[in-house]
């Protein structure tokens, strides 16, 4: 096997010194142009090639950030992804993607990796409840901006859509439409965009005089099984409500589901909105009403952040971004059916 040059076979074919090899290809340092000549056709003569790793670590800077998300999958996610790329590509920094599952230990690992400065910073967006390790892992460090769902307790830029507002429109639109038995399907119930949807809710029940009913109300996870699963359930109960606010599209689908399973109609056995805009929310039949929440924009406002932390250019205090949402109308809200 060919030996693979190494910058000491370019120094001594220049006849220079390994540091002054080292310091021109990595910029810092200007040659007579008799030098730099012997080190150019050293260089190709070789076929070396520099470890840029090595290199950018040896400065301070691996040039890259890192995306921690739960998936890849959810388009939602997909969306968040490229936009965070694009936006870090623009400000001169490469892309590590960091898939967790939500697992701790996975979430842990990409934390740690700023540590051993595989990344310059992180953007981190968890979709599960946190016992108290990630506010301790993301205490203990720098550079992370939190996108999307809250780390409670934790002192770090953040990035989050008006949920209470959203989740007052969907409810509102509802109203607006006669019904006035509305159940409300949503995530685990310790997440903070779960209690924040929790409370538009309950202002646009209030503001309608409305009373607030527990029963009605179901935590669960933000995915299409649940949603079948709680479908069904709200079906067969003594008093069906008329209308159903899903806090996910994927919960939305699932509820759907479940209405289809039984030859219901949508809207005219029950309404349904959702809570993401997801592409394929137009694409059902019926197309679901739904919030539009813009996953793009969560990234690269997080880059935004995430940059000027990097580049000495961030406030003294954390900043709390809110993103505006807004209420899509589509063809799956209609008024209550007689009961």
């Given at each position: 096997?060919?030996?693979?040059?190494?910058?000491?076979?370019?120094a001594e074919l220049a006849d220079v010194s390994k540091a002054t090899v080292s310091r021109y290809l990595n910029g810092s340092l200007?040659?007579?142009?008799?030098?730099?000549?012997?080190?150019?056709?050293?260089?190709?003569?070789l076929n070396y090639r520099q470890n840029s790793l090595a290199r950018r670590l040896s400065l301070g800077s691996s040039e890259t950030i890192?995306?921690?998300?739960?998936?890849?999958?959810?388009?939602?996610?997909?969306?968040?992804?490229?936009?965070?790329?694009e936006a870090a590509s623009e400000s001169g920094y490469g892309l590590a993607l960091c898939i967790t599952r939500n697992k701790l230990e996975r979430e842990t690992l990409y934390l740690r990796w700023l540590d051993t400065r595989h990344l310059d910073g992180l953007i981190f967006?968890?979709?599960?409840?946190?016992?108290?390790?990630?506010?301790?892992?993301?205490?203990?460090?720098?550079?992370?901006?939190?996108?999307?769902?809250?780390?409670?307790?934790?002192d770090v830029p953040k990035v989050f859509v008006d949920n209470v507002e959203g989740s007052y429109l969907a409810t509102r639109h509802l109203l607006d439409a006669g019904h006035?038995?509305?159940?409300?399907?949503?995530?685990?119930?310790?997440?903070?965009?779960?209690?924040?949807r929790l409370e538009g809710y309950r202002r646009a029940l209030a503001e309608a005089q409305v009373p607030f009913d527990a029963d009605l109300v179901r935590y669960g996870s933000y995915d299409r099984r649940f949603g079948r699963a709680v479908g069904a359930e709200l079906i067969t109960c003594a008093q069906p409500p008329t209308a159903v606010f899903a806090t996910s599209d994927y919960i939305a689908?699932?509820?759907?589901?479940?209405?289809?399973?039984?030859?219901?109609?949508?809207?005219?056995?029950?309404?349904?909105?959702?809570?993401?805009?997801?592409?394929?929310?137009?694409?059902?039949?019926?197309?679901?009403?739904?919030?539009?929440?813009s996953a793009a924009e969560l990234g690269r406002t997080g880059v935004a952040l995430l940059v000027a932390m990097l580049t000495g250019q961030a406030t003294s205090s954390p900043t709390v971004r809110?993103?505006?949402?807004e209420l899509i109308e589509r063809a799956s809200v209609g008024p209550p059916r007689s009961v």
């Open positions: 096997m060919a030996k693979v040059p190494t910058i000491r076979d370019v200007a040659l007579p142009p008799e030098t730099a000549k012997r080190v150019d056709d050293a260089v190709i003569a890192g995306l921690a998300m739960p998936e890849v999958a959810n388009p939602f996610f997909a969306e968040l992804a490229d936009a965070v790329e967006a968890t979709n599960r409840p946190d016992d108290g390790s990630l506010r301790s892992l993301i205490g203990e460090r720098a550079n992370i901006v939190l996108v999307d769902e809250d780390v409670p307790g934790t006035r038995r509305i159940a409300h399907v949503t995530g685990p119930d310790t997440l903070f965009t779960v209690q924040e689908v699932g509820v759907l589901d479940a209405l289809r399973e039984r030859a219901l109609d949508v809207p005219g056995y029950m309404s349904i909105v959702g809570f993401d805009d997801m592409e394929f929310a137009s694409l059902l039949m019926p197309p679901i009403t739904t919030v539009r929440q809110r993103l505006p949402v």
